[in-house]
């Protein structure tokens, strides 16, 4: 069974930092180029960041730039998402997703997406 799961998540004072993990099973991802997306209650899902299947280029969307940094380690399947300086508005649930096409901040791109893990950032 192909899984990504991912785990990291919980509460964070505003300005507190947090570490995502996302581990994939069931197949390899090495070669797909993954993505960290969130969705907040009431609102649509929203493109985080993405990373090469080499790790050597990234993309983050605005409202997360020079705060958060996706990292992957192909050894081992995971991909991260570090979250520093957070902010309440930062407060969703965050889903990470595998894309054998190029990385990409649209969602539809993606093929396989894991559960989703909860962040909440309070003030």
């Known amino acids: 069974q192909v899984q990504l799961v991912e785990s990291g998540g919980g509460l964070v004072q505003a300005g507190g930092s947090l570490r995502l993990s996302c581990a994939g099973s069931?197949?390899?991802?090495?070669?797909?180029?993954m993505g960290w997306f969130r969705q907040a209650p009431g609102k649509d899902r929203e493109f985080v960041a993405a990373?090469?299947?080499?790790?050597?280029?990234?993309y983050y969307g605005d409202s997360v730039k020079g705060r958060f940094t996706i990292s992957r380690v192909n050894a081992k399947n995971t991909v991260y998402l570090q979250m520093n300086s957070l902010k309440p508005e930062d407060t969703a649930v965050y889903y990470c997703?595998?894309?054998?096409?190029?990385?990409?901040?649209?969602?539809?791109?993606?093929?396989?997406w894991g559960q989703g893990t909860q962040v909440t950032v309070s003030s």
């Open positions: 069931g197949r390899t991802f090495s070669r797909d180029a």
């Open positions: 997703a595998a894309a054998s096409s190029r990385y990409s901040s649209s969602w539809q791109q993606y093929e396989y």
């Open positions: 990373i090469s299947w080499t790790g050597g280029s990234t």
